[in-house]
Nanobody, 116 residues
Framework: QVQLVESGGGLVHSGGSLRLSCAAS????????MGWYRQAPGKQRELVAA???????NYADSVKGRFTISRDNANNTVYLQMNSLNTEDTAVYYC??????????WGQGTQVTVSS
């Protein structure tokens, strides 16, 4: 089992920045990738960014150039630095961890609200 604990959400004005953190614990050696999804009201959950153990990131087109995902393997933590936020970034953000032979774990979610 893998446990994921997110932090860093909140309320920010348009154009502002936030940094989300997600700390993994438990069977961390099984993890081969971590990332972030988000779900806005009335919309489907979507991938925001992900990063492999080797450090290769990928991003949704809507956040490229504004968001940066990074990973601290020593502390089993993944970060999402979000800059130039706009109201369309308002959503619940979920941390995910993909583990060998098990599949995907989800965090509990953290709310990000961007006001105009």
């Amino acid at each position: 089992q893998v446990q994921l604990v997110e932090s860093g959400g909140g309320l920010v004005h348009s154009g502002g920045s936030l940094r989300l953190s997600c700390a993994a614990s438990g069977s961390i050696l099984s993890i081969y990738a971590m990332g972030w999804y988000r779900q806005a009201p009335g919309k489907q959950r979507e991938l925001v960014a992900a990063i492999s153990n080797g450090g290769m990131p990928n991003y949704a087109d809507s956040v490229k150039g504004r968001f940066t995902i990074s990973r601290d393997n020593a502390n089993n933590t993944v970060y999402l630095q979000m800059n130039s936020l706009n109201t369309e970034d308002t959503a619940v953000y979920y941390c995910i961890a993909d583990a060998w032979r098990v599949g995907r774990y989800w965090g509990q979610g953290t709310q990000v609200t961007v006001s105009s």
